[in-house]
């Protein structure tokens, strides 16, 4: 595949984040040492301008400009480039006292105060007409400079708003899509019962804790709405970009596995795809390895939504921040890993919140480059450095991708449906989880894997997991079953097809939506166990499977309908009962896995699925993990040493770009150890 650098005028991988001089301008002292330092550790990069709207306008149509030139000038003149963001993240007061409307109101239908972030209604035409017009601004006076090379438009949506102009907004959505029909809006929706009917799109209202909560439908389109308002705004900020300076790509930076805006859809008019990383390092519950894996599907998830090109991690920190439950510094060496596991995943970029802790308000204590000693020979600003150096040696690695031959399904719809069911067991749904320690298995194996919505084409995979797929969105079930035909690997897992996109439950059996068929089977009852039950799933001794492995939470009783049975339950009255199923179909396979299996078995199950799809293993000691990135005929895998004891690897005949060095067959990882070997393809 052809490289696509992100940026390239800038030659390199990024390295640098947020910057804010705004809380400086007192002190030009400062100012210059920021730039001889970001010089030091290896900056190339500065986020600009996230939170500076009462400083560009103190008063409305009072326009300060002046001081953002002197930064950007600046930092351009001494090798440094700007990402310039859009300050509709948050407001200043004279906003909200000459606009109120422009505030945010809650489920309870209460109006918020002036304060905090994203305490916006996005439907506001005032608030958008200002934004609107501080957009056009900061176009016309950054828009032709070199040094600027991306608009980073507000800072981390999120939230939602109830206000009369939203509620109407809501109603409009919904009479798009349900054809301006009210009889099929209480179909879709099953109105009838409770008695909840409704004769006009006017009498319904946001869900809320006081009101209307107890129908599903009502529930997934209002969080659909509120990402497809969100996407609304944040295109017409795009607008004006697009339409001012083309010249420069557009991007805006997600949260970790934000639940309240389906990513899928916001990622979709980007240009670039970043995010903000912050994982719990040092949980003493956790090993780093766990921590980073689960890092590692956030990675992945981002770089998914565009997979032809590098994604960025806009926002990490290399030390500790303030807003966990416990803030724990990274220990030595951890921050080496986590930077150079962000470029092994698909990210060109390595960036933090922030360059320098401000004195005061609520983020003085986050983690940062540097500390309030305003030193560069702390323990932070040397591990900063090193990282600088590194990315530095990295630079051709830029524009490369990963490229994956197995995907794993992963829908917000089908999150927040399942969150919302009155169903199962509140405590033992997880979702997410079980995604991620299915994720945790391919990482396990070496095996590349993107994380997609159901919704993207399944053209170019050899193997998909559908774990969960507990709603079907339309015309999923036909592209599963095409994927399959055509010689794909398919596994499902209890819960899957239960309701269509509204959540009507499918009727003569599930899996719905003549899935049945796909995977020659149906199931009759689903038994959710306590946390001190258990079950088995009994493989036998003969074959590629074998081995009795353990069951929890879930087991559905499923009845065959041309499927053969793997596994069989060992206990309770539906012993002896399909457990693990596969189907012929076409000239692919489609698997069922009617219960929550331990890993070992799930790793069983996947290694033969793996051999069947041609895709190969990879041998790797506990604790390392592995990723390759390829392009223009050139391959880079990275080895990360999670533990701290030196491991053993296998590598191909290459050069480590970190240290010059060739490599080739068995080599020693160092603890906490990264190598990165160029190898031809």
């Not at 050899?462 to 010689?487: C, I, N, Q, S």
Request: aromatic content about 12%; proline content about 4%.
């Amino acid at each position: 595949m052809k490289r696509r650098p992100l940026f390239p005028q800038v030659g390199a991988l990024l390295h640098g984040g947020d910057y804010n001089p705004e809380q400086w301008l007192d002190r030009p002292d400062i100012l210059e040492e920021d730039i001889r330092l970001m010089k030091q550790a290896g900056v190339n990069t500065a986020t600009l301008g996230v939170f500076s709207w009462s400083v560009y306008e103190p008063r409305e149509g009072e326009y300060h400009f002046e001081w953002m030139h002197r930064i950007i000038d600046n930092l351009y003149e001494n090798g440094i480039y700007t990402v310039l963001a859009t300050p509709s993240g948050a407001r200043p007061a004279w906003l909200d006292e000459a606009y109120p409307e422009a505030l945010r109101t809650n489920l309870k239908r209460v109006r918020n105060l002036h304060g905090q972030r994203h305490n916006h209604c996005i439907t506001s035409p005032a608030y958008r007409k200002l934004v609107r017009r501080m957009d056009e601004k900061l176009a016309e006076e950054f828009g032709s400079h070199p040094g600027v090379i991306l608009w980073h438009i507000s800072n981390e949506f999120g939230g939602e708003c109830a206000c009369e102009l939203c509620k109407e907004k809501f109603r409009e959505y919904l009479r798009e899509k349900y054809h301006n029909n009210i009889e099929e809006l209480n179909q879709e929706w099953w109105t009838t019962f409770w008695s909840h009917r409704f004769l006009d799109f006017s009498q319904i209202e946001p869900p809320a804790a006081h009101g209307e909560k107890s129908i599903h439908g009502l529930n997934l389109d209002w969080k659909r709405f509120t990402t497809a308002n969100t996407r609304d705004f944040m295109e017409a900020e795009m607008a004006v970009f697009r339409e001012k300076t083309p010249h420069i790509p557009i991007t805006t930076n997600f949260m970790h596995l934000y639940m309240a805006l389906d990513y899928n859809q916001m990622a979709k008019p980007l240009d670039i795809i970043s995010w903000d990383s912050y994982p719990r390092y040092g949980d003493p519950d956790r090993s780093l390895y766990d921590c980073s894996v689960e890092n590692a599907f956030d990675h992945v998830t981002m770089r998914s939504f565009k997979k032809d090109r590098p994604f960025m991690m806009m926002e990490s920190v290399p030390s500790l921040v303030n807003w966990h439950d416990y803030n724990k510094p990274k220990r030595p060496g951890v921050h080496r890993v986590t930077a150079l596991q962000a470029i092994a995943c698909g990210s060109d970029t390595v960036q933090y919140f922030q360059w320098r802790k401000g004195r005061g308000s609520y983020e003085q204590y986050h983690g940062a480059v540097l500390d309030h000693l305003g030193r560069s020979d702390t323990r932070v600003f040397r591990d900063v450095e090193e990282v600088g150096r590194l990315l530095a040696s990295l630079k051709e690695v830029q524009g490369s991708v990963v490229q994956a031959k197995a995907a794993i399904l992963f829908d917000w719809d089908n999150r927040w449906a399942i969150d919302d069911a009155a169903a199962f067991s509140n405590k033992t749904k997880k979702y997410e989880q079980t995604c991620i320690d299915l994720f945790r298995l391919f990482v396990k194996n070496g095996v590349e894997v993107d994380l997609i919505s159901s919704e993207e084409p399944f053209d170019g995979y050899d193997f998909l997991a559908a774990p969960m797929l507990y709603l079907l969105k339309p015309g999923v079930a036909h592209r599963l079953k095409a994927f399959t035909e055509r010689g794909g690997q398919l596994l499902a897992t209890y819960i899957t097809g239960y309701v269509n996109e509204n959540t009507l439950c499918y009727l003569g059996g599930f899996p719905g939506d003549g899935l049945t068929e796909l995977f020659g089977l149906y199931t009759e009852e689903i038994d959710t166990l306590y946390p001190k039950e258990k079950n088995g799933a009994d493989f036998g001794e003969e074959g590629s499977l074998q081995g009795v492995y353990v069951l929890k939470d879930y087991c559905e009783l499923v009845k065959l309908q041309g499927a053969r049975p793997l596994a069989v339950y060992t206990g309770d009255f539906y012993a002896g009962t399909p457990a693990v199923t596969v189907n012929d179909y076409g000239k692919g396979k489609a698997y069922y896995v009617a219960a929550r299996m331990e890993a070992a078995g799930m790793e069983a199950l996947l290694k033969v699925m793996w051999k069947n799809a041609g895709i190969e293993v990879k041998a790797l000691p506990e604790g390392v993990e592995y990723h390759r990135r390829t392009g223009d005929g050139a391959a880079y895998d990275f080895f990360i040493n999670y533990t701290n004891e030196e491991q053993v690897i296998e590598t191909e005949a290459g050069t480590d770009l970190l240290t010059g060095e060739a490599k080739e067959g068995k080599t020693t990882l160092a603890p906490l150890g990264v190598m990165v070997c160029r190898v031809q393809v």
